[in-house]
């Protein structure tokens, strides 16, 4: 029950500061909108309307030999660290059905 509201708590603090992450069985599904430069220290990616920070943790797996670009369906799967900070452990990219089309 602790762990529970320990988890919920961060939750609600990450939420309350702008920045929403995903985690749990299925992930979060979007299209890329906004992503960090190469060989930027920044890490901020913005994935259907969503804000979320990777970092040296996180695994970027781009499929069929394309790389991930703003437009591209991917999946992000996020976890807790021992010290209990989220972090996003892999952005990955997904066939376009499993988004919603770009909207302009």
Not at 12 to 26: E, F, N
Not at 40 to 47: D, G, L, N, Y
């Amino acid at each position: 029950m602790k762990l529970t509201k320990t988890v919920f708590t961060a939750a609600i603090a990450l939420m309350a500061a702008g920045t929403v992450y995903a985690h749990g069985h299925d992930g979060f599904y979007g299209r890329v909108e906004q992503m960090p430069a190469a060989g930027s220290a920044e890490q901020t990616w913005v994935i259907g309307g969503k804000t979320f920070m990777a970092d040296q943790r996180t695994h970027i797996d781009s499929r069929r030999g394309t790389e991930i670009k703003v437009g591209t369906c991917v999946k992000v799967d996020g976890d807790i660290d021992r010290e209990g900070n989220f972090f996003v452990s892999e952005i990955e990219q997904k066939r376009d059905s499993r988004c919603p089309a770009l909207t302009k």
